[in-house]
Every structure is written in C-alpha cells, then in structure tokens.
C-alpha cells in the first residue's frame, strides 16, 4: 500500500527543515510520497523543499496559494496525491524515527489512524506547563460539551478513498478543522484508531501573543462546532457552567500573573472564552 504523506505549508521557513530532515531519516521499504502543500509562502519555504529533493527522491510541492487555510491546502494535496493511503503532519513539528512505518503499518490494518503527540523536545518546561499536554497515550476527547472523540491533523491518517467521500477537510473553517473531520468520519460509521508508535514531536505556542490568537479562535470555532453538531446529537450546554468558569477565571486573575507561566495560562483561558462570546455572536447560538 502506497503512502502520500502531506504537509500544508505557509511561510513555515524557520521550522520546515527540522521536518524534511526527520522524513528524510523514515525506514519504509513500501511505496511512499511526501507533498509540500504550498499555500502562498513569500519566505524560503520553497527553496528548503528544493535543499531536500535528493534526498526525498518523491517529494514534490502543489500549489495551494488560491485560498488561504490548512484545509484547502490539505485537499488540494490529497487531490494530486497517488497514494492508497493519506498521512497527514505539519510543517512545525517533527516527526519521531519509525513514524512513516507505524502509520503504514496501521493502516494496513485500519481506515482510519491517529498517532501520539510527544512536547519535550520542541517545547520549553515552562511552556508544557501552560498547556494540557493532550493526545500521549489516548485520542482526545472533547469535553464541552461531551462528545466524539478525536486527534489532531498533525498526525492522521486515513484511506484516500474515505477521505474522498466525505469531501475532505472543511475548507471554510480557519481552525478545529480536524475535530469536524473526524467527526465526521467517525458519524459515516469508521472508526478512529490510536496508534502509539507512531510519534510525532508537537511544538506549542511559546509566546503570549501566539496563545491568544490560537485559544480565542479555538473558542469561536468550538461554538461553529456546537451548532453544527447539536442536531447531530452533542448535548446542550448550560449558562449557568459558563458563569461558574468566567466567576473562576476572575477570581484567579490576581495571583496568577505574577509569573510568565500562570500568566499565560490565565490569558490563554480569557481567550478561549473571549473566542466563544464572539462565536456566539457570530453564528447566531448561545453557547458561552
């Protein structure tokens, strides 16, 4: 079975080459690709893509620039693919040694594959405690409200043909397309596996400014989520759990920024919960 491994590629200069390199070093004795989705990078994204075709002997780069996102960078990828099989990473993390083969393996099993997320390597100590460190040992659940589980895109895996016929990646959701994808799948009756050899090194946001920006959207997007999937059988949320969580996230904001850790967390939290109001005010719901 023949693998088309995929990254979505925007202005990604400073960390694609860690990437390409950890590719390049995959023992996989069955066919496999690698395509770089290029969605409209002005950096030296390309020219590093260039730096590694000897060693990538199928690599090969498609133009995404017509739209901006990861998801139509992502389709259009998977549209030139050649492969039987879809593996899906990014450009800013790294893949572990034997990552390519465990997801061959695993999908020769199953349609559709998930594999385990890694944060010490790429990420500072201070940084791993800002986060919940998600997707080590089990897919991820989603908790508010409770519903499907799911994995993140950074490291999927499915069969191009279901890929195919649930029409991709939402093209118009600038985040969490991965949750609505699996989501998805999972509702067409396939179920998602995790596999724990395969390993990818996640890289988190390290500053302030980068956190909010991916937790308010993160918060907006969960509400696109909530009204999609409410017909669809995710339960209702109360008003009264979301003026618990905003009371509690006051009643921390005095001894929590003192340091850049709790800091960041706490503006981390604000944004997620800044992102929901301005979901609900965007799709119309109330869903705090």
Same mark, same amino acid.
């Given at each position: ?17 860690? =990437? ?5 070093? =995959? ?43 990861? !998801? ?43 594999? #385990?997320?890694? *944060? ?10 800002? *986060?919940?460190?998600? =997707? ?16 993140? !895109?950074?490291?999927? %895996? ?44 996640? #890289?988190? #946001? !390290? ?11 993160? %918060?907006? *997007?969960?509400?696109?989520? *909530? ?47 800044? %992102? #929901? ?12």
């Amino acid at each position: 079975m023949k693998l088309s491994i995929i990254i979505p590629c925007f202005n990604a200069a400073d960390t694609l080459a860690i =990437q390409l390199e950890a590719l390049a070093n =995959q023992d996989y004795f069955n066919s496999w690709e690698l395509i770089i989705s290029d969605n409209g990078s002005t950096d030296d994204s390309l020219a590093i893509v260039e730096q590694y075709k000897e060693r990538l002997p199928n690599l090969r780069i498609v133009d995404s620039s017509k739209q901006q996102g990861r !998801s139509y960078a992502r389709n259009t990828a998977a549209k030139a693919a050649t492969g039987d099989a879809l593996v899906f990473c990014d450009a800013d993390d790294e893949v572990a040694p034997g990552w390519v083969a465990a997801m061959g393996e695993a999908l020769s099993k199953y349609e559709f594959v998930a594999g #385990r997320l890694e *944060y010490q390597k790429l990420n500072e100590p201070w940084v791993q405690k800002v *986060y919940t460190l998600k =997707q080590r040992n089990e897919l991820l659940e989603y908790k508010y409200p409770p519903y499907l589980p799911f994995a993140g !895109s950074c490291n999927l %895996g499915v069969k191009r043909s279901l890929h195919e016929s649930i029409g991709g990646f939402d093209e118009n959701m600038i985040r969490l397309q991965d949750v609505d994808y699996c989501w998805r799948l999972q509702l067409a009756g396939v179920k998602l596996h995790f596999v724990k050899d395969a390993v990818v090194h996640y #890289r988190l #946001r !390290s500053t302030l400014n980068g956190m909010y920006k991916q937790a308010r959207l993160w %918060g907006e *997007y969960d509400v696109f989520l *909530y009204k999609k999937y409410q017909p669809l059988g995710m339960p209702q949320l109360s008003w009264k759990t979301s003026g618990k969580a905003w009371l509690h996230l006051l009643k921390r904001l005095p001894k929590e920024v003192f340091t850049k850790e709790t800091r960041s967390k706490w503006v981390k939290d604000l944004a997620w919960r800044i %992102g #929901r109001l301005q979901g609900c005010v965007k799709y119309r719901i109330l869903a705090f």
